[in-house]
């Protein structure tokens, strides 16, 4: 492949490109610098210049998702109101659309091991894309009866972790996790015996 000539930044952009196809293909470990660098079109030298190592570019891959997770939840969130129950389900089904939409960028956050605090860039817009969640959670619990009412960040986790597990198990083509049911069937029903049993049986108004 010819070398190509990056300017104004493009270079940066062409490695997180490049990673994230083969981070999509082969996992988080499967590749090296040297191949990021030749499906961009540059020598391996050159990736230095942005990144030290695999697991900066990684890193980046995975702040660049962040970004556009925090956005689609916030996009998410706005289409469920005013219902408090209707954004908490729309955050849950946009989980999974995010999933499908982005797989480099999910495997990046979510199934590279790097730590959100690697950074403090990453751990900034984790946390920007964790507070849509927080928002929705502390929203509905408002309707929970006070007895039943789990911390809002309790809440918001078991919601999260709904999600991810449908996400896991079912939406990305895990071997011998086939069930007849969608993704976004698991995931809705599963969130409305969640709210059931915390005594939140109908949509909010």
């Known amino acids: 492949m010819p070398k190509q000539g990056y300017h104004h930044g493009n270079l940066k952009q062409a490695l997180v490109d490049a990673a994230l196809r083969l981070i999509e293909a082969r996992g988080p470990s499967g590749f090296t610098l040297s191949e990021a660098a030749k499906q961009a079109g540059v020598t391996p030298a050159a990736v230095y210049r942005h990144f030290a190592g695999r697991d900066d570019l990684i890193a980046e891959a995975a702040r660049q998702g962040y970004v556009i997770f925090a956005d689609v939840m916030q ?11 209707a954004s908490v389900e729309a955050t849950g089904r946009a989980y999974l659309a995010f999933a499908r939409q982005y797989p480099g960028h999910y495997i990046a956050m979510f199934e590279s091991g ?3 605090n690697r950074t403090p860039e990453l751990s900034l817009v ?3 894309a964790r507070a849509v969640i927080e928002q929705a959670a502390e929203d509905l619990s408002q309707h929970i009866p006070p007895e039943r009412r789990p911390p809002a960040a309790m809440f918001s986790a078991h919601i999260w ?16 996790a086939v069930v007849p049911f969608a993704p976004e069937e698991l995931l809705e029903t599963g969130i409305g015996i969640y709210l059931r049993g915390l005594g939140l049986s109908a949509p909010d108004t």
Do not use: K
């Open 126 to 128: 984790a946390r920007h």
């Open 161 to 176: 972790a709904m999600s991810h597990g449908v996400v896991e198990l079912f939406a990305r083509n895990s071997p011998g």
């Open 114 to 116: 790097l730590s959100v």
């Open 75 to 85: 996009e998410a969130y706005d289409r469920g109101q005013p219902s408090a129950r």
